[in-house]
C-alpha cells in the first residue's frame, strides 16, 4: 500500500539554531528551513536523495537508539574532520573502541569500523564503513 510513497524519517531537538548550524556547517548537510515561530522546522537532504524532518520540541529527550548512518569510505579520515570540527565520539558499553573511539571488525556481515557521536541536542548518529 505504502511501498511507491516517498515516506521520510524525523526527529527532535532542543534547538533549532544550535541543529541548523550542527548539522549544515559542522557535517556539512544540505538544510533547508522552513515555517517561521513556533512552527519553524529543518529538512536534512541527504547525499541518496532522501529527505529528514527536524523539528523543535520543548520536552526533547534525546534518541537512545542511532537515528542516522553515514557511510564513509574511510573512516579515520572522516574522524578526524569531526575532531577538527569539535566532535568527540561516544564511546558505549560492550564494543571494544580502539584509541580514537571506533570499533573495528565487528565480524559477519557487520561492518567494518563504526563510531558514534551526538548532534548537540543528544541524539546519536554514526560513522560506518562498510567491509
Do not use: C
Amino acid at each position: 500500500m505504502l511501498g511507491q510513497t516517498q515516506a521520510f524519517s524525523g526527529f527532535s531537538v532542543d534547538d533549532l539554531d544550535r541543529a541548523r548550524g550542527f548539522y549544515g556547517e559542522t557535517l556539512g548537510l544540505d538544510v533547508e528551513e522552513s515555517g517561521q515561530g513556533e512552527m519553524r522546522m529543518l529538512t536534512l537532504k541527504l547525499g541518496s536523495g532522501a529527505r529528514v524532518f527536524v523539528y523543535p520540541k520543548l520536552n526533547h529527550a534525546p534518541a537512545t537508539f542511532t537515528i542516522l548512518n553515514f557511510p564513509v569510505d574511510d573512516i579515520d579520515e572522516a574522524v578526524g574532520r569531526l575532531e577538527e570540527r569539535g566532535v568527540a565520539l561516544e564511546r558505549y558499553e560492550g564494543f571494544e573502541h580502539d584509541a580514537r573511539g571506533v570499533v573495528r571488525g565487528a565480524g559477519g556481515d557487520g561492518p567494518a569500523a563504526i563510531a558514534w557521536f551526538t548532534d548537540p541536542a543528544g541524539n546519536v548518529l554514526s560513522l560506518i564503513q562498510e567491509n
